[in-house]
Nanobody
């Protein structure tokens, strides 16, 4: 299973970006999918998650500005980021709990990270 994330880049404060992450490979089912970020010099933190049933959760710092969604048929998760702030600058990683075959336990997979830079 591979997760390919893309969509990062440089944006001015107040601007928007949309991140995408597609899971590929042997996938029977994808459960929780989400986005994490790691600001420079800091640890990785959760940004938003979405369950297989569509339940979403957000970090307090992004509520009202970011929206997570997914395309179940494509095993793809998106993160629409609006009103970006300099403190949103980080490497963003996607994550997915995937079952490769019926009867196997879910296993977590990470994407390679995509850099988001926000200029003030």
């Amino acid at each position: 299973v591979q997760l390919q994330a893309y969509g990062g880049g440089l944006v001015q404060a107040g601007g928007s970006l949309r991140l995408s992450c597609a899971a590929s490979g042997t996938i029977f089912a994808a459960y929780v999918m989400g986005w994490y970020r790691q600001p420079p010099g800091k640890g990785r933190e959760v940004v938003a998650t979405i369950s297989s049933g569509g339940d979403t959760r957000y970090a307090d710092s992004v509520k009202g500005r970011f929206t997570i969604s997914r395309d179940y048929a494509k095993n793809t998760v998106y993160l629409q980021m609006n009103t970006l702030k300099p403190e949103d600058a980080a490497v963003y990683f996607c994550y997915a709990d995937v079952v490769m075959r019926r009867g196997l336990a879910p296993r977590g997979y990470w994407g390679q990270g995509t850099l988001v830079t926000v200029s003030s």
